[in-house]
Structures are given as C-alpha cells and as structure tokens.
C-alpha cells in the first residue's frame, strides 16, 4: 500500500470514529459474513478466525438461525420479566439440560451474567449468616468483564486501578495453584469465582488437580464455585462447557458469546441449593430474556444438536493444534507454546502479538491476540480444514518474513 493510501485510511477511520467514546482501536468496516468469512465494505474478504470474540459459532450462513430470528422478529420482540414467554421457557430447559444446572436468569450480556453471580453467592451466604462478610476468591490474570463488579474480581491490574475504588471483600490467587487458593480461604469467604480456561489471560486451561481441588474447597467450606465459561462454553472445547471434561459440577455458571451467536444474551445458572437464595426483587433486568434473545438461544441448542457441532469441535480442535504445532516446530525461536482446549487454542510468541495480528489482517486473516504476547485462535464453530490451511499458510508466510 502506498504512504498517501495509508494516510487517507487513517483520515478515513478518524471520520468514522467521530462520535464514539474511543474505547477501540478500530481499522476496518464490516458490512456482511458469509461462512466463515466477513466482508468489509471495499469488497475484501477475511478469513475470520476470530468469530466475533468467540461469538459466531455458527459462523455467517446458517439459515436455521436467521430464519428463527426472522420469525420472532414478527411474532414478538420484548414483553417484560413480568410474564412467561415461550421462547424463554425452552431457553431455560436447553440451557439447564445442556449444563447441568436447575435454574436460569437470562441477561443481556456475559457482563451482566458474573454480576448476577457475584450477587447469588453473596445472598446465599447471606441467608446462612447475615453478618456474612461476603468475601470473594478470583485469580491473577483473569478476565470477567468491566462493569464495576465484573471489574472487581477481574484479576489484572491495569483494568481495576483507574476505577477504584471497586467492591470489597476481593482476593487474588494463583491460577493452577490450589494452596494459594487455600491460603485466602476465611470464615467470611463466600464463593471462588475462576474462567474454566482463562482467556484474555493467555489461553490457559485449568489443570485438572487445580479444578478438582478448588471444587473440594468449595465444599469443605460450604462456599460457591463459580466458573465463568463466557468464553470458553458452549461447545468452544468440544464440550457444551469446558468444565465437563473435569468430570465436576460447579453450583454457579456464566454464558454468553456463543449462548446467542451474536444476538446480545447471557446468563448466570446455578443449582437448586443456591438458586432458591433469590427471592422477587433480589435481582431483575429490562431486557434480558426477552423473546428475540432467547429464539437465538433455543436456535443455537437445535442447530449444535442436528448439526453435531460438538464432535465437528472435537475433530477440528485436533487438526487446527496440530497445524500450529507444525508451525512452532518450523518456527520454535517465535511460537515459544502452542496451548488451549479444542477451538480455543494459543500460541505463545516470542515476537509481539499485535504486530502478528495486524500483518495478518492485511492479508485477509482475522486474529485474536490475548495477555502474555499470545496469538489466540476463537473461530466458528463450524470451520473447516480448508480454512485451517488457509489461516495457517498465511501465518506461515507472515513468520518466514520475522526478523
């Protein structure tokens, strides 16, 4: 591209972001997917390995999905939290069945979900004792939103500092470190609160002794394991949720991203002894569970079943992290790791990330980039080895040409 180009793209993207708060740093416009690709509005076409953060599992092109949405649009987009619809109703059930978790609340956002959470852990401790100090147990590195409370127990640093002070009772332990864990543990602790695998922390899976062992601590001291699996659930390892391949139930659960493939909609969902804690007027949302969202929800749980995407994720999660083993083979002085669960894999660089993730754009990839100089790899769901070899052979011409 030549210099004056350059210059007139940035002029460009100046204009475009003229009246938004400058949160992101953004360089392209979309206007259409197709499949697995996305579409900008000079044409160009991008292989998206990135689905939206995890959000399009289902990619571009399903039309089980569009038509569902289509249909509700013109049958009923919102009644309140005052009345059933039906959509909701059978949101709930695919959502309890598929996790394991007897109750639901829908929300708008994987934001709002951990908020919930934090607030049914807190409640719950509540009722046993109402001098409970309501202490929550999160980890360095983690990620779990940034409204004030999601913000709180996120476990980063520079995220939290220009915002406090933040809500109280927050400590921080090790991710994959049990006794750290131990260590913070007190009469006031009323829940531990950790991503299944963390994401923006760097792609790294819990280990099974750590899972395990914070599970047991949950019970010992009659506290609330929360697994945030905004990310990291439905289907993105090959299981509905990540913690599944633990052989573990956790007693709260957060989704969103994939729970409505791009339709705004999470939830927080927890078994009978915690979910009953709230009671009318506990907790309440405008927008959340309303029946647009919840149709893309119950469309999702119908195209994975009829679809079989979770042993597609299986077959597919093996043959993207053998490809990027390949790489780090040809390239062991730049990919330094190659780590993850299923379609949700890392490579650990010894070059920067961004840098990676920018020359790939140009070239028609989309990819992620996530703490710890990690190149992350979140893309649909239904992607195909043909795309794999693509992503990869860009990579691979990206890399020869690293200093």
Known sequence: MRMEDKKKGRRNMENLDLHFIHTYNRSVTFVRGEDVYLIDDQGKRYLDMGAGIAVS???????????????????????????FNQPAIKASKYLSEASGMDRVFFTNSGTEAIEGALKLARK???????????????????????????????????????????????SFAEYNDLESVERLITPDTCGIILETVQGEGGIYPASEE??????SLCDSHHIA?????????????????????????PDIITSAKALGCGVPVGAFAAVEKFAKAMV?????????????????????????????????????????REKLSGLQRRFPEIITEVRGKGLLLGMEMACPNADIASKAME???????????????????????????QAVSILEEILAQQP
């Open 363 to 389: 070239r028609g990839l989309v990819l992620l980039t996530a703490g710890g100089n990690v190149v992350r790899m979140a893309p649909p769901l239904v992607i195909q080895p043909e795309h794999v070899d």
């Open 210 to 215: 750590f899972i395990k062992g914070v599970r």
């Open 225 to 249: 394991m929360i697994l945030d699996e905004i990310q990291c659930g439905m289907g993105r390892t090959g299981t509905y949720f990540a913690y599944q391949h633990y052989g573990i139930l």
């Open 124 to 170: 719950y401790a509540y009722l046993k004792n109402p001098n409970s100090g309501g202490e929550i147990i999160a980890m360095n590195h983690s990620f779990h939103g940034r409204s004030m409370g999601a913000l709180s127990v996120t476990g980063t640093e520079h995220y939290r500092t220009p915002f406090e002070p933040l809500i109280g009772g927050v």
């Open 57 to 83: 599992a289902l990619g571009y092109s399903n039309k089980r999905f569009k038509d569902g949405l289509k249909r509700q649009v013109d049958d009923l987009i919102h009644v309140s939290n005052l009345y």
């Open 280 to 320: 009318p007027g506990d907790h309440g949302t405008t927008y959340g569970g309303n029946p647009l969202a919840c149709q893309a929800v119950c469309q999702v749980f119908e195209a994975f079943e009829e679809e079989d995407i979770l042993s597609h994720v299986k077959e597919m999660g093996n043959y993207l």
